[in-house]
């Protein structure tokens, strides 16, 4: 009669949930953070980095014949000007601001998003709360870093005026500095 070895039977069975359960949690982790808002103390720690900092980029470069523009100004909240021009004329110049933004964390991103905003058209015509501020947000990567600093502008579904859509990709940004 031959014996059955039950311990290689029952370690087989045990194995395989586990493989199935390490399996999962492998995926899991490859997969997209989900963006989570920050504590209030790293909010304001966050807050305190960008308190009066203004970034500006240009694409493709600030004397380009056509050329888009965007200004990222940390000064009482947050603003996003943007600009299209053609030679020495804007053609379209608009700006989204607001008094205070929130904060969300995914991975080594930081994202904010603008608290009762407001927009302004300069050009091609002026006009107050005449463009679309829904769905608009500001990605940070290495924030505490100058050298490293990136960004990118999150759109949405909305529909912006030239010079949008641009920097939809990790970007480099120029701080300016100001002086008293």
Known sequence: MRQHNTFQTDTKTHFLP???MFTCLMLSSCANNPLQP?????EQQIKAELNDRSFRQFD??????KR????????NGVSLWAQ???????LNEWEILADDYRIEKAGSEYRLYFQAPRSQQILPTQCDNCIETSGI??????????????????????DYPPPF???ESWTKFNEDEYFD
């Open 18 to 20: 586990f493989m199935l």
């Open 38 to 42: 920050v504590s209030s103390e790293k």
């Open 60 to 65: 493709p470069s600030k004397d380009a014949n």
């Open 68 to 75: 888009k523009g965007v200004i990222l100004d940390f000064f």
């Open 84 to 90: 299209y021009a053609e030679g020495p004329y804007a």
């Open 137 to 158: 947000s500001i990605s940070i990567q290495n924030l505490f870093d100058s050298e490293k600093i990136r960004f990118k502008l999150n759109i949405g579904d909305g």
């Open 165 to 167: 859509p641009i920097f």
